[in-house]
């Protein structure tokens, strides 16, 4: 119960990675807010929770409902910040467009900056934290997934300059960096195109057992949160299978 009587508020919520994280939050005592662009997917995993939780719809891609999110589950003061939502959309880059690389990025990266942004002053008062969700694709280039990768390269510097900057005011800020995540996002069909599969291979996991399961980034995110993490900030902790060790 590491969590007992903590307020955290978890985006991403209705399915993957971020069902397992507000599911991991509750068993550990959370009093949580969860937000989705699916209402859908919140009820469901609101009703999987089995107690009350507040639930709020919002639109990752435009900054007052990233706002209002903030101010929802801040209303009692807020001790976590778990930066789960958003979205892939890869392929060979000369097809991929403008409005689609500007999209990535402002699901990816724009709300991030935002949602931080509105959660810092609570996360001072608190000395709280936040965790980020940036990827392998973040912490290296991955053939065919340029927007996704940029926006991940920016989930991390954001991660790395604000733990500094509130480092003294007592905020943690970490990343966990994904590779293959059996959810599905990470098992949607492949875009059409001219793709060099042997190319994208090199980044397969290592591990045995292949793709790790949404639980297993949701127990790492609960560590980088908890007080077991307290002297750990800045960092950008991959959860990969090896993936990119070699």
Not at 64 to 91: E, F, K, R, T, Y
């Amino acid at each position: 119960m590491r969590f007992a009587d903590k307020n955290v508020l978890v985006t991403g919520a209705a399915s993957g990675i971020g069902r397992a994280t507000a599911l991991r939050f509750a068993a550990e005592g959370a009093k949580l807010t969860i937000g989705d662009i699916n209402q859908e997917g919140l009820e469901e995993t609101a009703a999987a929770i089995e107690r009350p939780v507040r639930v709020q719809r919002y639109d990752a891609s435009n900054t007052p409902s990233c706002q209002a999110l903030v101010a929802a589950a801040a209303q009692d003061g807020l001790d976590v910040l778990c930066n789960i939502g958003g979205m892939l959309d890869w392929g060979p880059t000369v097809d991929f467009d403008e409005a689609r690389f500007e999209r990535v990025l402002r699901v990816n990266l724009f709300s991030v900056f935002a949602l931080c942004r509105a959660a810092l002053p609570h996360l001072v008062r608190s000395r709280g934290s936040i965790v980020n969700m940036a990827s392998t694709a973040g912490l290296s280039g991955i053939p065919y997934s340029l927007a996704y990768s940029a926006s991940k390269h920016g989930v991390v510097a954001i991660t790395k300059s604000l733990a500094v900057e509130f480092a003294a005011r007592g905020v943690r800020v970490n990343a966990v960096c994904p590779g293959q995540v059996n959810t599905n996002m990470g098992n949607a069909a492949p875009p059409a195109g001219d793709i060099d599969w042997s190319l994208m291979m090199r980044h397969a996991p290592k591990l045995a057992g292949g793709a790790a399961e949404p639980e297993d980034i949701a127990s790492t995110v609960a560590f980088l949160a908890s007080d077991d993490a307290r002297k750990i900030s800045g960092a950008t902790l991959a959860v990969d299978g090896a993936q990119l060790a070699g």
